[in-house]
Nanobody, 115 residues
């Protein structure tokens, strides 16, 4: 079982990044997927979620209208498109898979928004 995030980096305020999370070792299309983030000294928080079929999505108020979660079940990959980035979006971003009693986490990718 493996979830591997990529696409993080340093970006200026107002910029964009696209995170990817590639999955292997389990039935990707069965479960829901989420992106979480954790900033230094803060608790991990839910950023966005998407249902197994990709129809239903939910977002934290702080990212609504700026971030978009999507998934490609044929590629076993979930994405997080992040636009209009702000310094407060700086955090380690983690992808999460959940289905019944199974919960898997990726190792995280650092996103830093700074001028």
């Amino acid at each position: 079982v493996q979830l591997v995030e990529s696409g993080g980096g340093l970006v200026q305020p107002g910029g964009s990044l696209r995170l990817s999370c590639a999955a292997s070792g389990f039935t990707f299309s069965s479960g829901g997927l989420s992106w979480y983030r954790q900033a230094p000294g803060k608790e991990r928080e839910l950023v966005a979620s998407i249902s197994s079929a990709g129809v239903g999505t939910e977002y934290a108020d702080s990212v609504e209208g700026r971030f978009t979660i999507s998934r490609d079940n044929a590629k076993n990959t979930v994405y997080l498109q992040m636009n209009s980035l702000k310094p407060e979006d700086t955090a380690v971003y983690y992808c999460n898979y959940h289905y019944l009693w199974s919960v898997y986490w990726g190792q995280g990718t650092q996103v830093t928004v700074s001028s």
